[in-house]
């Protein structure tokens, strides 16, 4: 799937992205900043039921039906991938599989500022999310996979935040091994 990340280049428009597979183009419903860990994750750890998979599998389309909406209420509810555009809670739509991809990306990522940026920083917070699936799939990978990830996650937001407005990025998933870790 090839997956093309536009910047938004006025003042209140959104960054925007698009899913092509054979030759049909959707939109996605993803906020840029935060999916774009989650799509050097997933592809590192190779998780295949994450928050990639399920945009593949077409999964998600009352919020990508929003996110392409003229209506401001609908185009907020697009915002988020999930069944929050209906007004479903997170513990009703999030899939195992999604929700351990988050666990995951979050600590990868680091997203809250707690702790070292190292496998072991990442193995201390996915230990303290109770997440017991999450810290499973962390055992199986050694340190050299999760300092691949921690460093792909960072590389790739770079590259997005130098991306000049308006300026687009195309990548796929799962990405290629050139593009994941140190050599994006």
Request: net charge positive.
């Given at each position: 799937?090839?997956?093309?990340?536009?910047?938004?280049?006025?003042?209140?428009?959104?960054?925007?992205?698009?899913?092509?597979?054979?030759?049909?183009?959707?939109?996605?419903?993803?906020?840029?900043?935060?999916?774009?860990?989650?799509?050097?994750?997933?592809?590192?750890?190779?998780?295949?039921d994450g928050?990639?998979?399920?945009?593949?599998?077409?999964?998600?389309?009352?919020?990508?039906?929003?996110?392409?909406?003229?209506?401001?209420?609908?185009?907020?509810?697009?915002?988020?991938?999930?069944?929050?555009?209906?007004?479903?809670?997170?513990?009703?739509?999030?899939?195992?599989?999604?929700?351990?991809?988050?666990?995951?990306?979050?600590?990868?990522?680091?997203?809250?500022?707690?702790?070292?940026?190292?496998?072991?920083?990442?193995?201390?917070?996915?230990?303290?999310s109770g997440?017991?699936?999450?810290?499973?799939?962390?055992?199986?990978?050694?340190?050299?996979?999760?300092?691949?990830?921690?460093?792909?996650?960072?590389?790739?937001?770079?590259?997005?935040?130098?991306?000049?407005?308006?300026?687009?990025?195309?990548?796929?998933?799962?990405?290629?091994?050139?593009?994941?870790?140190?050599?994006?």
């Open positions: 799937m090839q997956v093309t990340f536009v910047k938004a280049d006025r003042s209140g428009e959104q960054d925007r992205a698009y899913l092509r597979m054979g030759g049909a183009v959707r939109r996605a419903p993803v906020h840029v900043v935060h999916d774009l860990p989650h799509l050097v994750v997933e592809s590192i750890f190779g998780i295949d928050l990639w998979a399920e945009l593949e599998a077409g999964r998600h389309a009352a919020a990508a039906h929003a996110a392409t909406a003229r209506d401001p209420k609908r185009k907020k509810a697009g915002r988020i991938v999930s069944g929050a555009a209906e007004g479903v809670p997170a513990s009703r739509w999030l899939t195992a599989g999604h929700r351990r991809a988050k666990v995951l990306t979050n600590a990868v990522a680091n997203r809250f500022g707690d702790g070292l940026d190292t496998p072991a920083g990442v193995r201390e917070r996915v230990a303290r997440d017991r699936s999450a810290a499973e799939r962390l055992s199986g990978l050694d340190d050299a996979t999760i300092a691949e990830a921690i460093v792909g996650v960072a590389d790739l937001l770079h590259r997005w935040a130098a991306l000049p407005p308006g300026e687009v990025l195309r990548l796929s998933w799962p990405l290629p091994h050139e593009l994941q870790g140190d050599h994006a």
